[in-house]
């Protein structure tokens, strides 16, 4: 059974560029969270999708979206981007119901911002 | 806000040689406390999950163990492959979000 694919693995962009990542989950998995890890704050949640639908939102500015596809593929997008933005990107899915749910996680997509 | 802080940040240990890795938390309601391994450039690898106080769970050499304030990672006569970054997270019964610790980075000498 695949696991969580997230792509591109690596991205270098510049200062207010905008970067789209992309993240297929586990068959059958109708959750989808995304997290940004970097060495001073460590893993913190952006947002969760579950049948195309955002479910929650951690603290982060405006610039970070994301979106839900019907087959449950997922979409995150980062616009104007800033130095600070530069970090390991992770997707996770899971079955998204009931008590006992848990998450996977790709390779992540590690952004460098110049 | 949920909480969880994880003790020592870094751990040296010779081949063989027992720990305990600590995870202590707080929550609104627990539904979950999970145990992450990393290995670098690589994602979180889901090792355990614990849901009430005096669960345990075994997996080769690890054990994980869960009160109402903490968890432990018991690592017993460990080996240089267990070297990596061990993360602690925690649910609560709001929602999916897990929130993590900053790890402890677990570091095994042949």
């Known amino acids: 059974k695949a696991g969580v694919t997230q792509t591109p693995r690596y991205l270098i962009k510049t200062r207010g560029q905008q970067v789209t990542l992309s993240c297929s989950p586990i068959?059958?998995?109708?959750?989808v969270s995304w997290y940004q890890q970097t060495p001073g704050q460590g893993l913190q949640f952006l947002f969760e999708?579950?049948?195309?639908?955002q479910r929650n939102k951690g603290n982060f500015p405006g610039r970070f979206s994301g979106r839900q596809f019907s087959n449950s593929r997922s979409e995150m997008n980062v616009s104007t981007l800033e130095l600070g933005d530069s970090a390991l990107y992770l997707c996770?899915?899971?079955w998204g119901r009931g008590t006992k749910n848990i998450q996977y996680f790709g390779a992540g997509t590690r952004l460098s911002v110049l | 806000e949920d909480q969880v802080t994880q003790s020592p940040e870094a751990l040296r240990l010779q081949e063989g040689e027992s720990s305990s890795l600590n995870c202590s938390y707080t929550?609104?309601?627990?539904?979950?406390l999970f145990w992450y391994r990393q290995d670098p450039g690589k994602g979180p690898e889901f090792l355990f999950t614990?849901?009430?106080a005096g669960e345990e769970k075994e997996k080769e050499r690890l054990k994980a163990t869960l009160t109402k304030k903490e968890s432990f990672l018991h690592i017993t006569a460990p080996k240089p492959e267990d070297s990596a970054t061990y993360l602690c997270?925690?649910?609560?019964?709001?929602?999916?979000?897990?929130?993590f610790g900053t790890g402890t980075r677990l570091t095994i000498i042949p």
């Open positions: 614990l849901y009430s």
């Open positions: 068959s059958g998995h109708r959750s």
């Open positions: 999708y579950f049948s195309e639908t």
């Open positions: 996770a899915s899971s």
């Open positions: 929550v609104s309601g627990l539904r979950g």
């Open positions: 997270a925690v649910q609560d019964f709001g929602n999916e979000k897990l929130t």
